[in-house]
């Protein structure tokens, strides 16, 4: 099982350019989530999904952000005319089902994907 | 006031030595509690969790919660290099959401 995978795991963009990170869950597990990590922040939710579905984009900027998670392929956030107050490490995870057995949300985390705006 | 709040660090102790963590929080309404821990570059791996208040052992690591004072602590037995990293905490209400505190950076020395 080869956990989550998340790339590229660096980007380095221009101001004004479009940033797109991909996750892909893993194997069996239908609900995604992307949290943001700024310096010396903890992570901040952004969105949840579910196949082909947004439940929930409370913790998403309302403008220049998108989240998609295609009946087939990975999730993809989506960032476009990137700004240097955007560049964060950006991680997704997955879980098989809302709330495991015991009632907590256990999640998957994958390895980040670090933007850089210059 | 930040929902959680975590002691960033960092702490660095020697090996074998016993490493305590904690946070605080604001909001009444979190039943879950979890720490992570995060390896540098890496993405964070779940340690444990507990609901509610009380106790939690696993190996060398032991989870406590204490509701009524919002705060909730880590304590990791005989230390090791191995446990050198950043240790997150994270809760939640009946929901998927986790709030984060910003996570404290262990440094085991040998």
């Known amino acids: 099982n080869a956990g989550v995978m998340q790339n590229p795991r660096h980007l380095v963009r221009r101001r004004g350019q479009e940033a797109r990170l991909r996750c892909s869950p893993m194997?069996?597990?239908?609900?995604v989530y992307w949290y943001r990590q700024l310096p010396e922040e903890g992570l901040k939710f952004m969105v949840y999904l579910q196949k082909e579905n947004i439940i929930d984009e409370s913790g998403m900027p309302k403008e220049r952000f998108s989240a998609e998670f295609p009946k087939e392929g990975p999730s993809i956030l989506r960032i476009q005319q990137v700004v240097r107050g955007d560049s964060a490490a950006y991680f997704c995870?997955?879980?098989?089902?809302?709330?495991?057995?015991?009632?907590?949300?256990?999640?998957?985390f994958g390895a980040g994907s670090r933007l850089t705006v210059l | 006031q930040k929902e959680v709040e975590q002691d960033p660090g960092p702490l660095s102790v020697p090996e074998g030595a016993i490493v305590s963590l904690n946070c605080t929080y604001s909001?009444?309404?979190?039943?879950?509690f979890m720490w992570y821990r995060q390896y540098s570059r890496k993405g964070p791996e779940l340690l444990m969790y507990t609901y509610s208040s009380g106790n939690k052992e696993d190996g060398r690591f032991t989870a406590q919660v204490d509701k009524s004072s919002k705060y909730i602590s880590l304590f990791i037995r005989d230390s090791q290099p191995s446990d050198s990293a950043t240790y997150l905490c994270a809760m939640n209400k009946d929901d998927y959401k986790l709030s984060f505190g910003a996570g404290t950076t262990v440094t085991v020395r040998a």
């Open positions: 194997k069996g597990h239908s609900h």
């Open positions: 995870a997955s879980s098989p089902t809302l709330r495991a057995q015991s009632g907590a949300n256990v999640l998957t």
């Open positions: 909001n009444s309404a979190f039943q879950y």
